[in-house]
């Protein structure tokens, strides 16, 4: 069975109600009537993480946090079987896709979809009915569509070779698409034994021949050594909200240019947050985002053995990890998007609608290159001439 469509009429006119970033309330549009949505972020679990400074990439939710419900940490096994999924994590949803980059958008009867949000491509079809699990967290939008869009003129107006119609095309204050994005967190309580070698630095004194105006002479010198040894270990980490990208719909070069997020901000999901917005259906299944999970995890361990081994130098011949509770959950998080399409090429811009950071794809102008290298190159026979 499909779920019921979420609207949120206006309490005085019975228009519908729109989240306002930045604001814990709906707007109307047309009367100017608010009405409050409820609690702030949610609390996580009170899981300790340890120091995560061995890898900056990964995002870490530990810190001080506004009151509120805690977001519920799904046993992984739960989320893997779809088909024996409880009825409070699994639901069934209809989207659209987009056939050039795959990006899926949830339906309603209010969407009105042409184009893909991403790529600017115009054709989008129905998928029809499908089971997915359904968003634990939602980080509602803190930058508003006017900031977000200002943010992208800025970064536009930083780019060196790109051609005249494209950045004037784009700052023809086009709207931006408001646009949840789907992410998968894991935690895991880690125990790791490893081998490997470590390296002692010694020195010795030794003797070359070097000809010094015309004469040879014997030169002493210290030189670096390493001393290898043989060690093995142990260590321990628990890992606490690694956040993964469950959307293939951008390349990971985006994901990784919005980073980082502040997690502390993610609140317990409700539909409200998503009036007036749109929100992409995960396309990376549960068990590929556990599995690049796992990978970053496995780097910071490898970290954590060569901190334990010490020394001058190390190796690291072999880690088995040991992974116990291993939970997940599934948040949305905010991006304005933009898609331009440019002498018949799409180009893409997203905003983190947290931080305001840009990220984009951008050509470059062989004009504008050509006129820079003809300028350096009179400016060098300038230069060699007056020097002449």
């Given at each position: 069975?499909?779920?019921?469509?979420?609207?949120?009429?206006?309490?005085?006119?019975?228009?519908?109600?729109?989240?306002?970033?930045?604001?814990?309330?709906?707007?109307?549009?047309?009367?100017?009537?608010?009405?409050?949505?409820?609690?702030?972020?949610?609390?996580?679990?009170?899981?300790?993480?340890?120091?995560?400074?061995?890898?900056?990439?990964?995002?870490?939710?530990?810190?001080?946090?506004a009151p509120g419900p805690a977001l519920r940490e799904i046993p992984?096994?739960?989320?893997?079987?779809?088909?024996?999924?409880?009825?409070?994590?699994?639901?069934?949803?209809?989207?659209?896709?987009?056939?050039?980059?795959?990006?899926?958008?949830?339906?309603?009867?209010?969407?009105?979809?042409?184009?893909?949000?991403?790529?600017?491509?115009?054709?989008?079809?129905?998928?029809?009915?499908?089971?997915?699990?359904?968003?634990?967290?939602?980080?509602?939008?803190?930058?508003?569509?006017?900031?977000?869009?200002?943010?992208?003129?800025?970064?536009?107006?930083?780019?060196?070779?790109?051609?005249?119609?494209?950045?004037?095309?784009?700052?023809?204050?086009?709207?931006?698409?408001?646009i949840y994005s789907p992410f998968w967190t894991f935690d895991a309580?880690?125990?790791?034994r490893y081998r490997g070698q470590r390296g002692d630095a010694y020195?010795?004194?030794?003797?070359?021949?070097?000809?010094?105006?015309?004469?040879?002479?014997?030169?002493?010198?210290?030189?670096?050594?390493?001393?290898?040894?043989?060690?093995?270990?142990?260590?321990?980490?628990?890992?606490?909200?690694?956040?993964?990208?469950?959307?293939?719909?951008?390349?990971?070069?985006?994901?990784?240019?919005?980073?980082?997020?502040?997690?502390?901000?993610?609140?317990?999901?409700?539909?409200?947050?998503?009036?007036?917005?749109?929100?992409?259906?995960?396309?990376?299944?549960?068990?590929?985002?556990?599995?690049?999970?796992?990978?970053?995890?496995?780097?910071?361990?490898?970290?954590?053995?060569?901190?334990?081994?010490?020394?001058?130098?190390?190796?690291?011949?072999?880690?088995?990890?040991?992974?116990?509770?291993?939970?997940?959950?599934?948040?949305?998080?905010?991006?304005?998007?933009?898609?331009?399409?440019?002498?018949?090429?799409?180009?893409?811009?997203?905003?983190?609608?947290?931080?305001?950071?840009?990220?984009?794809?951008?050509?470059?102008?062989?004009?504008?290159?050509?006129?820079?290298?003809?300028?350096?190159?009179?400016?060098?026979?300038?230069?060699?001439?007056?020097?002449?």
């Open positions: 069975m499909i779920p019921a469509e979420h609207r949120f009429p206006c309490g005085q006119c019975g228009a519908s109600l729109t989240f306002r970033p930045g604001q814990q309330e709906l707007v109307c549009d047309w009367c100017g009537h608010r009405q409050a949505i409820g609690p702030g972020p949610a609390r996580a679990p009170g899981r300790k993480a340890d120091d995560s400074s061995a890898d900056p990439a990964l995002q870490w939710s530990e810190g001080p946090r992984l096994a739960e989320g893997l079987d779809l088909s024996q999924g409880a009825a409070d994590i699994v639901q069934t949803v209809r989207t659209l896709s987009c056939p050039n980059c795959g990006a899926q958008v949830d339906l309603d009867a209010d969407h009105h979809a042409s184009a893909c949000p991403f790529c600017a491509t115009p054709v989008v079809t129905d998928t029809g009915p499908t089971r997915r699990i359904k968003p634990q967290g939602v980080m509602p939008f803190t930058l508003t569509e006017a900031q977000a869009r200002a943010a992208m003129k800025a970064w536009l107006g930083s780019l060196w070779f790109a051609p005249s119609g494209l950045t004037a095309y784009a700052r023809k204050d086009r709207r931006l698409s408001g309580d880690t125990t790791s020195y010795v004194m030794v003797q070359s021949t070097q000809t010094v105006n015309g004469r040879t002479q014997t030169v002493s010198r210290q030189e670096r050594r390493i001393r290898w040894t043989p060690v093995s270990g142990q260590v321990a980490r628990q890992f606490n909200d690694v956040l993964i990208p469950a959307s293939t719909a951008l390349p990971p070069r985006f994901s990784e240019a919005m980073k980082p997020w502040d997690l502390s901000a993610v609140a317990e999901y409700d539909p409200r947050f998503l009036s007036g917005f749109e929100a992409e259906g995960y396309t990376v299944p549960l068990a590929d985002g556990h599995g690049a999970a796992r990978q970053q995890m496995a780097q910071v361990i490898h970290q954590d053995a060569r901190r334990s081994i010490g020394s001058a130098e190390q190796r690291v011949d072999h880690v088995d990890s040991r992974f116990v509770n291993e939970t997940f959950k599934h948040v949305l998080l905010p991006i304005w998007a933009a898609a331009y399409r440019y002498n018949g090429a799409s180009y893409r811009f997203v905003v983190n609608g947290q931080t305001g950071k840009v990220m984009g794809e951008r050509p470059y102008s062989a004009w504008k290159i050509a006129g820079a290298v003809a300028v350096a190159l009179v400016a060098l026979a300038a230069i060699l001439y007056l020097t002449q």
